[in-house]
């Protein structure tokens, strides 16, 4: 579970976030809308453990991402939106890199990195470089890398972009089978889509602050539309007039 409470964050005179708060719950996939500048990246790297907020809290699993950062380091799996791969290592090498920071060693890490990288259909490129990798197969070994410790909250930042669409189809299962799992999972995305597709829950997020915060028919309900792209924009554009 992730709890957010009143976050505040400021880069210079620039506030990023005022007063953030929210919640993504086990076993429900809770999607974080909002134009590029509107918050997103930097409440999900406050949630990551990258930055520290000015003001408030964030709970990862019962941890705090400010005073017991590495135990939420331990039962958080992230994507980022570029996917940071160690370049001069490959595929294989990146994910037990990673298994080997969480701890895991020997049978069990070579059994977990062979089952990530069938499922994820990577492994004609597992041995190769990540230099040389296109952008849908740095993202497929980001996740496995993601995924490696079986972490029970999970942080995609627009997990799609740049994935074929049987990637994508992939990905939805994959998602899916987390939430079912009982996994939390928040993720960011511009597609529409994918939101309607996925998402229990949705926050929706303007200049810095939450506008918005339901299960999707709620926010149909509230903003007077059965289209949640016409949704997004009129939360939006609340926020930014008002």
Known sequence: MILVDNLAKSF???QA???VSFTAQDGRITGLLGHNGAGKSTTLRILSTVLRADKGRALVDGHDCSSDSLRVRQ???VLPHASGLYVQLTGRENIEYYARLHGMKGAALRSACDGLIERFGIGAVAGRRAKGYSQGER???ALARA????????ILDEP???LDVNAVRMLREIIRELRASGCCVLFSSHVMQEVAALCDDIVIIAQGRVVVH???GEIL???GTDDLEEAFVRAAADRESA
């Open 12 to 14: 210079g005179a620039v």
């Open 17 to 19: 976030l005022h007063d």
């Open 75 to 77: 039962s958080l799996g």
């Open 139 to 141: 993202l497929k070994v």
């Open 147 to 154: 995924l490696i410790h079986k972490p029970r909250t999970v």
């Open 160 to 162: 799609t972009n740049g």
């Open 214 to 216: 339901g299960t999707p």
């Open 221 to 223: 309900t509230a903003l």
